[in-house]
């Protein structure tokens, strides 16, 4: 089976129900301030990962933490997820900057972000 392999696991976004709240404690727990703040969507760099809070979910609807692996070819990776039995949530799109997102789930029901940066 011919697969390109993942960056790994760079990217987590967590729904919160009060950013402001959220903020405070994410940058206490990680030790720096926000790269991003806005009022839909603040954004911390960290030892190499981005952690990033979404207030009321955002427009994915989150419920719970969402890890996103980066991955060279997002498409690509799409086609090997679905093939191997998973399902696409959300298609391929650009948020911003040429980054690509994409949300797959496993025969569990279990999401899994994509992110692939040009």
């Known amino acids: 089976m011919t697969s390109s392999p993942t960056q790994g696991i760079k990217t987590v976004l967590h729904p919160v129900s009060d950013l402001a709240k959220a903020k405070k404690v994410y940058a206490a727990l990680l030790g ?15 030892a190499g990962q981005h952690i990033g809070l979404v207030p009321g979910g955002g427009p994915q609807g989150l419920t719970s933490p969402l890890a ?14 679905t093939a191997a039995g998973g399902t ?16 797959v789930t496993d025969p569990d029901g279990n999401a899994l972000g994509l992110l692939q940066d040009q």
Do not use: N
């Not at 991955?71 to 990776?77: G, H, L, P, W």
């Open 88 to 103: 696409l949530t959300e298609a391929a799109h650009d948020v911003g900057g040429g980054r690509l997102v994409a949300t």
């Open 32 to 46: 720096v301030a926000p790269v991003a703040d806005d009022s839909y969507y603040v954004g911390f760099e960290a």
């Open 68 to 81: 996103y692996w980066h991955v060279a070819d997002i498409e690509a990776k799409i086609a090997e997820v």
